[in-house]
């Protein structure tokens, strides 16, 4: 089970880092995502990296102002937000898969259980 933590309440143009934890290591032999999703819309995918952490894929509307890294000594991956907007505001799940390069959520297999960012203006 995947452990997402790190949201909260953040102003517009501010930074946040979210952190999804694993237990295992066979989590770093998986690709990880980050995927997010409002009431009002459905799960987008934010951004992908490799298992080996060289390459990695994000979503047009986070692209340079959000990064994604994992450190596989601590089994965890990260998602570095900054510079904020509103639209951010959701509700950020960590996945990982063995495909790398997919935005369908179909193609991540283990799922965290979310975490809540806000952001204010």
């Known amino acids: 089970q995947l452990q997402a933590s790190g949201g909260g309440l953040v102003q517009t143009g501010g930074s946040l880092r979210l952190s999804c934890r694993a237990p295992g290591r066979t989590f770093n032999y998986r690709t990880v995502g980050w995927f997010r999703q409002t009431p009002v819309k459905e799960r987008e995918f934010v951004a992908g990296?490799?298992?080996?952490?060289?390459?990695?894929l994000y979503a047009d509307s986070v692209k340079g102002r959000f990064t994604i890294s994992r450190d596989h000594a601590n089994t965890t991956a990260y998602l570095q937000m900054n510079t904020v907007k509103a639209e951010d505001t959701a509700v950020y799940f960590c996945a990982s898969g063995i495909l790398y390069g997919s935005t369908s959520g179909d193609d991540y297999h283990y799922w965290g259980q979310g975490t809540q960012v806000t952001v204010s203006s």
């Open positions: 990296i490799s298992a080996a952490g060289d390459s990695t």
